[in-house]
């Protein structure tokens, strides 16, 4: 078993940053693929980005790339997604996800095995 927990949300203007940290304990850490999600209220969960065992290749959706970036400490069993240029749009709650697999892709919600219990962004105009 994973545990993860995510930390570093709150509220910010529109332009602003933030930066999510998901904390991982229990088995190896460094053997899984780890993405972040998020959804917003009365939508589904999507996807945002991945990141590989080692973090030399990573995956981010459209709406988020370029502004989004996902990186790893696997020495602090850590990953991060550093936010910039945020818009109203990306208000939601953003959960961190694992995989049981070493490579990045863009994968579905239903393809990760471990999750945390999200962490509340809102971005106001």
């Known amino acids: 078993q994973v545990q993860l927990v995510e930390s570093g949300g709150g509220l910010v203007q529109a332009g602003g940053s933030l930066r999510l940290s998901c904390a991982a304990s229990?088995?190896?850490?460094?053997?899984?693929?780890m993405g972040w999600f998020r959804q917003a209220p009365g939508k589904e969960r999507e996807f945002v980005a991945a990141i590989n065992w080692n973090g030399d290749d990573n995956h981010y959706a459209s709406s988020v790339k370029g502004r989004f970036t996902i990186s790893r400490d696997n020495a602090k069993n850590t990953v991060y997604l550093q936010m910039s240029s945020l818009k109203p749009d990306d208000t939601a709650v953003y959960y961190c996800a694992g995989r049981r697999s070493s490579r990045s892709d863009y994968y579905r919600a239903s393809d990760m095995d471990y999750w945390g219990k999200g962490t509340l962004v809102t971005v106001s105009s």
């Open positions: 229990g088995r190896s850490f460094v053997i899984y693929a």
